[in-house]
């Protein structure tokens, strides 16, 4: 596995073998929220677009976003790929440390593994070309109502149509990719992050509702695209009967 330039130019698969709670994410169905729609698309986007920008794919292109959990794949052919978002172990069929934030080129054949994070709680993994995947409203992240789900699980093949040109890893956005090394770093957090919460017209339905601000809460596994959920004590809802 190397770092440096390729030229693929021949589809390439990938198939899924060990995944729970991973899917396909975009920036998102963009204008539709008057029909009702919501946007969705990736949670954290600067690790989105990173990942993009790492392998030389243009805006919009589909990622995969693993949450909370680990995710592995097998490549029927050469590829591109980088791992951004929350601190994980990846590895190469089974040996050696590959890092996260740079694009990592491996061979035909390879088994990629991705463990569950260690330090955050989103991981983003794009692979070089177009994962040929459903779209509908221009995205590929879910619409459950309407039947589109988007989660990849094992056994799945996602052909991956190759990029029109070869791969020159300085042609990368230079800002971001300059910025990449400290923003990798800013997952090894020292404390809780802080949320910003605006406060809504049912505030005045609960007791002490100043908790909410002071208690610290643990985003737990049954969070995804439509909202995060959090483990912690709620505010004591005000009993009016």
């Keep these: 596995m190397t770092t ?20 396909f994410q975009d920036f998102g169905r963009i204008g ?6 919501a946007r969705n698309g990736a949670a954290d986007l600067f690790s989105y677009r990173a990942a993009n920008i790492l392998v030389g794919n243009p805006a919009g292109a589909p990622v995969f976003e693993a949450i909370g959990n680990g995710f592995e794949f097998r490549l029927d052919g050469e590829a591109v790929f ?7 172990t990846v590895t190469v069929d089974g040996c050696g440390l590959v890092p996260q934030w740079q694009p990592i080129r491996v061979p035909a054949g390879s088994r990629v593994a991705i463990s569950a994070p260690q330090r955050g709680y989103r991981t983003y993994v794009a692979l070089r070309g177009d994962l ?13 109502f309407w039947g589109q789900t988007s989660f990849a699980t094992p056994g799945m093949a996602v052909p991956i149509r190759p990029a029109d040109e070869p791969f020159h890893p300085e042609r990368a956005d230079g800002d971001l990719l300059a910025s990449l090394g400290d923003v990798a770093q800013n997952w090894l957090l020292e404390a809780a992050p802080a949320l910003l919460v605006v406060p809504g017209p049912q505030e005045r339905m609960f007791d002490h509702i100043e908790h909410l601000y002071t208690e610290q809460y643990r985003m737990n596994a049954h969070s ?3 909202g995060s959920r959090f483990t912690g004590r709620p ?3 005000i009993d009016r009967t």
């Design 4 to 23: 440096a330039q390729t030229s693929q130019t021949t589809m390439t698969t990938l198939t899924v073998t060990d995944a729970f709670g991973v899917c």
């Design 32 to 37: 539709f929220e008057r029909y009702g729609i």
């Design 82 to 88: 980088s791992v951004t978002g929350a601190e994980a």
């Design 132 to 144: 040929e995947v459903p779209r509908m409203f221009g995205s590929v992240s879910e619409i459950s």
């Design 224 to 226: 995804e695209s439509i």
């Design 235 to 237: 505010p004591a809802r």
